[in-house]
Every structure is written in C-alpha cells, then in structure tokens.
C-alpha cells in the first residue's frame, strides 16, 4: 500500500470524467475517487478532471458547489466522448504519470484505485489496467477485455488484455503519448475500440485484474443522448471497418445494412399495433432515427475519411 501512496505522490494520478446530463450519478462517482484519494493529498498529484459536455441538469453548479477541487472543462456544447476525453487528457498530461479514463456512472469499489496502482509499480512494463464492472446488486457485467477473443478463458487471476476500454480503466501517460488520442471522427462507441486497436499495433501491454473493480449504472450516462448515438453509431461502425480492417468493410456495411432494415421493420409492427397519439409519435421519431443512421452510413462507406487524433507531446 505505501508502495502505491509513493506512486500517487511522485508521478502523479489524474481522473479524466466526461459527463452529459448525469449530475446524480457524477456526484455518487466523485465521492468514490474522494474516498480513495490518499491522506494529505493535494490537487498537484492527486487530481480530478471533468468534462461536462454542456449539461442543462445543473452539474456545474454541483461541481462548484460542492467539488471545489475538481478542474472542470466547460464545453459549449455536446462533444461527445472522444473530443471530451481528448480535453481532458491534454490537461491531465501536463504533470500526470497514471490516467484514469472512465464514465460518471461509475462508482469505484474501496482499494481498487490502490490495487491497479500497486500492479503497475510491480510491472513496469504494463501500459495500463481495468477491472470488472458490476452492477449496482454487484452481479457480475460482461465485460469487454479483448478486441476480438473466440474462444472462453478463466477470470480469477489477472490475465493480458488488448482492449482498456474508457468505461474505467488506469493508464500510463507514456501509452497516450505513443498512441495518441482518440480519434475524434466517432462521436460515441468505437473510439475506445478504434484506439485501444491502435495501442496493440504499438506494442501496448494492458492487463485485467479480477480484484479491481467498479459499479457501472449500465446505460444510464447514455440515456439522456439515445437518438444522436444511434444516428452515427453505424457510420461510426463503418468508418472503423474501414479504418482496421479494410477487406471486410463491404461485407460490415451489408451486415450493418440488414440490422437496420431489421429494427425498422420492427418498429413499424409496433406501430401497427399501437393505438395511442403519443406511442406512435415515439416510434415514428425512433424510426426516423433509424433512417437517418441509414443515410449517414451510405455517406460514409465510399469516403475517404482521415483520422483525426490529436498527439501529445
């Protein structure tokens, strides 16, 4: 444990949240990181970014009301996660050897911060950590740690993974200076796959540990945003394909293209079958969605879209 104070103190740990529209659930997360912040810390070494992509729930009068030492990112409007994240990063690397990336649904569970940090120290070689993430009745959420696995494998002991994710994770600055940021081009999903990607062409070792873990309120940071995600998440599938695995990008658009038509479809039975004003209008909007995401992925299939990562020195 005095190893990971040590830590804390002589290379610095930074939290870098973005948050839209989720005061309650930020408020609960930030009293976690307080709870796990070493006696006698001060902001310099111990540190708390938030990123609030123009919230209208009162969550900056939260912060400065009651986390004065949060350094609070106000943006003018919704970035999403990607463009969030990177504002965060840039200042969280300015004096910052660990990163912490995660969601403001997320509450940390006593001494994980310290275990991550005292497997780090112990393995110089690790770029960076994550850890499993519960429930609020603390059963077991499947968790993502590889970019793509076939076949099952034993989670008691901390394994190699390829996949950090930004839900909650530690990394190393040296991984954000080597990779980049994320890539700006996603507005929400995939920017954590599409760097994550980038990290293991670039040698980046990450590692899950079975005994880190957090308390994620599965979808309730994304809920207040549902139609904007969707309109771009299948361009942003595609723009990934393209990006990562450019052989297979018409086969992923034809995919992509029958899911659509599927959830269309379902969505006009339901109409059918509903027979009050307010219901169809709802899945009359949800429809429109659906369509807009259509026409924003055909757009998107036949361009030559360059990434956009911002590099840190």
Known sequence: MEASR???RADGLAFVIVTYNTRELLRKCLASILAEAPSGYDADHFKIIVVDNASSDGTRDMLRDEFSCVRLIASP???GPAKGFNLGLAEALKDAEFIVVMNSDVVILPRTVKTM?????AH???DGVSGPLLNPDMTRQVTRTHIARLFPFKRAKPF????PGTTFAMIRARAFRKVGGYDENYYFYNEDLDWASR???AGCVFYHLPKASAVHAFGQGRKQNVSRIVAELYKS???YYKRHYPR???LALIILRLEIRWRIRALRRQFERATDRATRSKIEESIAVYLEARRRMEEEYPKDTRPRIPMFA
């Open 160 to 163: 190699r993974a390829d996949f």
């Open 248 to 250: 297979f990008a018409w």
């Open 77 to 79: 409007e919704n970035l």
């Open 6 to 8: 040590n830590a804390v």
């Open 199 to 201: 990290a293991k062409a």
């Open 124 to 126: 110089p070689e690790v």
């Open 117 to 121: 940090l005292a497997f780090l120290a």
């Open 237 to 239: 599938n595609i723009y």
